[in-house]
């Protein structure tokens, strides 16, 4: 044990040691700390940086569960100077140090900037509740009520309280969705008026459509999320260490104290989780009908539109109302950018705006790690929206982020990298219905505009394995450290599995064709199983048959009535949103697969589907085309 720790020991000096050579810049001097007065009137926005005081404490939620939190707040230039309130929220399996970097630039461009590390995770007590409102939501309005009471913090108040914005990345953008205010909120909301701007990015606002879409279960994410939360120690204190080597303002001696000290501030390699959260893994995996809504339940409670619209029937019944900038990315495939758009569309009676950039779920994460890397560009343009938002409707700054564009995506065509449109789908665009057609080929039939007159099915069959491994798209991951994208393909195919995947082609586009929308997928078929699930992927396909992937979709159907036909013509499967250009020449190609491991939990045994071309209600996929 004494070998082991001293092994442990020198190679933590030499990594020290090391990082202290290759990371170093001269070590500024900490600015004199000094101790605000607490006055009712906010402050406008300043082009001259203030000087940061900073505390690191543990401050204890209503339960007593206590909380590390760090605040750092501007030395006031004028007496009775306040400033509005920022906190960020960090993500699954991190904790608070992910934004202990932005927090003081914040605070240095007069803001009071709080970091916390929500309950349960690395150095903080507690059990994680998974977002519980009645545990992490309520600790989220402790520590905004604490930052006000305090008389060192110099907040801006006005009669509802602290003027306070919340932003966060994936778990801290769940957070930053449900913290915002609704009208007339029900008994139990976790909104909270004093959040006056929200910036949720690449976070979850319906974790049905998180984790179950259209009954299908999310296997690859489900699964990280579940195994993540119990070993968040450990990945807590991995940030927590590369963050410290890779600071080039701390000298040996500090790297060498808060490495030490971080390796002693933990748990236990496992994390305390509500075990609730493994149940409704059980539950949605082994499809255990009895107990579905009650996972679904568990879901819903945790999801920002379960609280605008209390049945999910696409009434708004509570609109959010602060000020919201939303960001996501048509790559994140555990919190795709339809579930923004949701809230961007009808949830939200307040300003509102939406970028929907390219980056997959990790990708699109700033982590406080400095390898030397420059800065990108894009993810710098990003936070610059952020702050401007800020800014604008915490301090009134004339910045004109009223007149920016509603909507600015990504796209990988035309002059320029990023379009801007006042709505989703943007104007111009109309849903074209592209129905299957009978078999032109071994597995292979057509899509058309015409509904097909054949009578004859296509066929089927469901093993569990399609013979081929979907990959979620985690190419962008590297980023995070400043490395390049992985070649990682969306779909690898290990052998031919008999009647498992079917595809249907377009003749080739005689013109460039905008697919920009959401994509809907009308699927009437008749199977032998109870569950049936078919897993639809759109493509484009160039003549030498290379193929890009536009978007996918999930669907898991339950239907007790086996061999009878059915449809989802009612609610078509929604499909991720998209915005793609087919060129001259190209196909589009529709895929179904009748699995879709790794990334969906698969449905294991033999079954036979037949997926219907005639009518009443024709299979068919429903195309945004946009003419502008």
Known sequence: MRKSLKVVAIVLAILIIFSTVAFARPVKKAPPRKTGTTATTATTATTTAYNVTKVDERWAMSDGVKLPVSVY??????????????????????????????????????????TY???????????????????????????????????????????????????????????????????NPRAGDPGDPRIR??????????????????????????????VGSYMGNVAGAMINVLSVLTD???????????VMSIMSSGQGLINSVDPGLARIYAIATQRQEAYEEEAKMYLKKRSARWWCDEELDGKVEHP????MLIVAGFNDDLFIPNEGLGVFTSMISAPHRIIIENHGHIGGMDMPINLGQPKDPEKEWIMQEVSNWFDHFLKGASNGVEQEPAVTYYRDWGSTRYGTASQWPPTGTQNIPYYLGGGTGFRQGTLTTEPSASATPDLLL???FSGSISVPYINDATSLIGGQDMAIPENMTLLDMPYQHYTYDTAPVTSDTLVEGTPRMVLT?????????????????????????????????????TWSRITTAGAPIEMVACSHMVKAGHKIELELRTSDMIETWPLWGLSFINIFHDNPSPSCVIVPVNSQ
């Not at 400033?83 to 927090?103: C, E, M, Q, R």
């Not at 639809?536 to 979709?553: F, N």
């Open 117 to 183: 590390t929500v309950r349960g995770w690395f150095a903080a007590e507690g059990t994680i509740n998974c977002i519980d409102p009645d545990y992490e939501m309520k600790d989220l309005s402790t520590i905004i009520t604490l930052v006000g009471q305090d008389a060192r913090f110099p907040v801006a108040k006005d009669s509802i309280g602290p003027i306070v914005g919340v932003t966060g990345y994936s778990m801290g953008g769940v957070h930053s969705f449900l913290a915002a205010p609704r009208l």
């Open 462 to 464: 469901n093993t569990g």
């Open 248 to 258: 080039p303002d701390m000298d040996a001696w500090q790297k060498l104290s808060s």
């Open 73 to 114: 707040w501007p030395v006031q230039k004028t007496q009775g100077e306040t400033f509005p309130v920022v906190v960020f929220v960090h993500a699954w399996d991190t904790n608070k140090s992910i934004y202990d970097g932005l927090a003081p630039k914040y605070a240095s461009k007069g803001y009071v900037g709080v």
């Open 525 to 561: 078929y008749q199977s032998s199983n109870q569950f049936t699930q078919i897993i639809p992927r759109l493509y484009d396909v160039a003549p030498d048959g290379t193929r890009a992937l536009i978007c996918r979709g999930w669907y898991e159907g339950n239907n007790k009535n």
């Open 320 to 323: 959010i109302t602060a000020p």
């Open 197 to 226: 701007a929200v910036v949720p990015m690449h976070g979850g606002a319906d974790l049905l459509t998180s984790i179950y879409p259209n009954g299908a279960v999310k296997f690859f994410w489900a699964t990280m999320l579940v």
